[in-house]
C-alpha cells in the first residue's frame, strides 16, 4: 500500500511561489506514475502535472501551467515536488497528489488512472 502525504500549500499573493510536497510513505514505488491534480469548489479534479518512469520519465503539464509549474522528485526521499511559480488567481484550488503503480503515458492524466491518493494541500491566491 502507497500512502502519499501533502504539504506546503498556503496563502500567496498574485505572484507568488510555493513548492508542494508529497511524502511517500508503505510500500515504496520507485516505478510509479507521479502526478498532481487540483480541484476548486464546484469544479471537477484535474490533472495539473504528471510524471512517467514508465516513458522515460516523460512529464505532463497542463497548459495553463505551462512555463510557470515544475514537477520534480526525489527518490532517495521518496518524494514528489511541485513548485508553482507566478501564481494567479486561478489557480487557487484543493491540490491533491496520486501515483499509480507503473502506470502509463498518458496525453492527459485522468483521475481514474491513479490508484492512489494524498489527503490534498489547499493553495489560494489572491490579491
Known amino acids: 500500500q502507497v500512502q502519499l502525504a501533502e504539504s506546503g500549500g498556503g496563502s500567496v499573493q498574485i505572484g507568488g511561489s510555493l513548492r508542494l510536497s508529497c511524502a511517500q510513505s508503505?510500500?515504496?514505488?520507485?516505478?510509479?506514475?507521479m502526478g498532481w491534480f487540483r480541484q476548486a469548489p464546484g469544479k471537477e479534479r484535474e490533472g495539473v502535472v504528471a510524471?512517467?518512469?514508465?516513458?522515460?520519465?516523460?512529464?505532463y503539464y497542463r497548459d495553463s501551467v505551462k512555463g510557470r509549474f515544475t514537477i520534480s522528485r526525489d527518490n532517495a526521499k521518496n518524494t514528489l515536488y511541485l513548485q508553482m511559480n507566478s501564481l494567479k488567481p486561478e489557480d487557487t484550488a484543493m491540490y491533491y497528489c496520486?501515483?499509480?503503480?507503473?502506470?502509463?503515458?498518458?496525453?492527459?492524466?485522468?483521475?481514474?488512472?491513479?490508484?492512489?491518493w494524498g489527503q490534498g494541500t489547499q493553495v489560494t491566491v489572491s490579491s
Open positions: 510524471i512517467y518512469p514508465t516513458a522515460a520519465y516523460r512529464t
Open positions: 496520486a501515483a499509480e503503480p507503473f502506470g502509463r503515458w498518458a496525453s492527459e492524466p485522468l483521475e481514474a488512472d491513479f490508484r492512489y
Open positions: 508503505g510500500a515504496t514505488c520507485t516505478r510509479c506514475s
